[in-house]
């Protein structure tokens, strides 16, 4: 019998409080919007997170995008 293998980890992509997207193969903008808070390119909402096995993405983070 096998051990029982841990999930791969979740996608960082979110560096420190920065919620920029920095890796367009980790993230896939599923919506945008606008808010004049905040920069373009920063990251409103994760609907699914995303896993990478290996250094390799397995599925990308499905995220919502500010676009002023």
Do not use: Y
């Not at 996608?11 to 905040?38: F, N, P, Y």
């Not at 994760?46 to 995008?65: C, K, N, T, Y």
């Amino acid at each position: 019998f096998s051990t029982p293998t841990r999930p791969p980890p979740l996608l960082s992509g979110l560096v420190g409080s920065e919620m920029c997207i920095r890796d367009r193969i980790k993230h896939e903008a599923v919506m945008t919007s606008q808010d004049s808070e905040k920069e373009n390119n920063e990251i409103e909402n994760i609907f699914q997170r995303g896993w990478e096995l290996h250094d390799r993405v397995v599925r990308p983070a499905r995220v919502s995008v500010i676009k002023n």
